[in-house]
């Protein structure tokens, strides 16, 4: 029985380091995801306001050129 549990130690041991591994794996995939979602959300955030700025602009010099001749 002892020779059994000397042989069996190693592979918990490995099984609990591949689950650690895969934690961290999922844990850092998991965050670069969100950091992903949060750059996208801010990056549409600021062609919503370049959007909003030249069609501001488009109207103010719609509104002071003169009209046809």
């Known amino acids: 029985m002892d020779r059994l549990a000397l042989l069996l130690n190693p592979r918990r ?5 591949a689950a650690l591994r895969l934690h ?3 844990t850092g ?3 670069s995801s969100q950091a992903l979602r949060r750059a996208a959300l801010a990056h549409i ?3 919503a ?7 501001a602009t488009l109207a103010r010099l719609a509104a002071q ?3 046809p001749a």
Request: proline letters at 4%; a positive charge; aromatic letters at 4%.
């Open 24 to 26: 961290a794996a999922r």
């Open 45 to 47: 955030d600021g062609q």
């Open 29 to 31: 995939f998991d965050r």
């Open 13 to 17: 041991d490995r099984r609990r380091v």
């Open 49 to 55: 306001l370049v959007g909003a700025t030249l069609r």
């Open 65 to 67: 050129a003169p009209g």
